[in-house]
Every structure is written in C-alpha cells, then in structure tokens.
C-alpha cells in the first residue's frame, strides 16, 4: 500500500494522536514525597480560575479545547458528577498541575486531562501526581465505582516525553489516530510566536 500526503489547510494543525490503556491498577508503591499537596476543585468548578490554569499548563503544547467552549458547555462537563477536578497546589497556594478525571462510561475512567505548569516538569512532579490520578482512578473516585479499565491519550504536539512517561507508568497504546484541528494562534487564543517548533501557516 503506498503513503499518501493529506493537506493541512493553512490556519489548522496536525497531529498524531495515541491513545493508551490499563486493565489493572500497577503494582502499588511506597508514599512519594512532594512539596505540593492535591486539592479537589468541586462543582461549581471556578471557570476563570479553571482555564487560567488549563492555558498556563497547554499554551506550549497548543492545548485549545477547554479555551474554546461555551461557559455552559464547559460547565456541564466541569460540574458533572463523573467529572473529578483535582489540582496540584504548592504551598503559598498557586496551582501548578492539572488532574481531570472523567468517570462517564461505567467501569472506566479517563486521564482526560494532565499536566504542570512550566518550570515544575522534571522534577518528579508528574510521577506524584500520576500516583494520584491511578489511587483515585482505580478506586472509582469518591463515588467508588468499579473500575476495569483506565485510559489516557496523547498526542505528538505534547511535552516529547508525555507518551513515554504514560508506557513506563504502565498504560499500552491501543490506537491512533491524525487530528486536525484550528491552530489556536491562527483564532487569536495564542499569540503568533507560542510553540515556535511547530509552523504556524
């Protein structure tokens, strides 16, 4: 079969998106220090203050989902009761991680977000805050559903260790897909200059 190029308009992005699952919670590991503690942010999730902190964490990875829905909408799935918003916090209180879990399909749950602000990666953070994310994944978050799967996906305009750091913790790609989507410096949520290594057309 032979490849074929597929044109990205001027003003869209793409990207190869992997999807990773686990089908049983890793082995369990001894308490990991950390300077930031983990804070729950229940519904009605603060949409300013929840944004600011989703650009903060994506704008060089070019993360535009939560930055593009209608306040109703965003509402919706902040404040349903299969969504769990956790945040990490340092301790002047400054939020500086971001872990959403998303519980819809039963017996499933979804990193459906993840991520530090800058400055804060590499430096054992992110495994802190992923042995948050598989204690309350696999124990069903606080309303402890049963839990058999849990899932996350990635994409290649992602931190360049995101999907390694997904494989060590234990979750095994399962597809992939390309997305193309609005470039968010092409609608102004950006500015022009944001993620230099990927052209802006």
């Excluded at 049983?24 to 942010?41: F, V």
């Excluded at 009605?44 to 939560?66: H, K, N, S």
């Excluded at 991680?97 to 819809?104: N, P, Q, S």
């Amino acid at each position: 079969m032979t490849s074929r190029l597929i044109p990205v308009a001027s003003g869209k992005v793409a990207t190869i998106v992997t999807s990773l699952e686990m089908l049983a919670p890793p082995a369990p590991t001894g308490p990991m220090k950390s300077a930031l503690k983990l804070e729950r942010w229940r519904a009605p999730v603060d949409r300013i203050r929840y944004r600011a902190l989703f650009r903060q964490i994506g704008e060089a990875w070019l993360w535009r989902g939560r930055l593009v829905m209608a306040d109703e909408t965003l509402a919706a799935i902040l404040d349903a009761d299969t969504t769990e918003v956790h945040v990490a916090v340092r301790r002047d209180g400054v939020a500086v991680g971001l872990l959403e879990l998303d519980f819809a399909v039963p017996g499933e749950f979804e990193i459906a977000y993840f991520g530090m602000v800058p400055g804060m990666t590499g430096h054992g953070h992110g495994a802190w805050l992923m042995a948050h994310a598989m204690r309350i994944g696999w124990a069903g978050g606080e309303a402890k559903r049963p839990i058999s799967r849990g899932w996350v996906h990635t994409c290649d305009l992602d931190h360049p260790s995101a999907l390694g750091f997904y494989q060590r913790e234990g979750f095994r790609p399962f597809a992939r897909a390309v997305e193309i989507y609005a470039d968010p410096r092409a609608e102004g949520i950006y500015p022009p200059e944001t993620a230099p290594r990927i052209p802006l057309l």
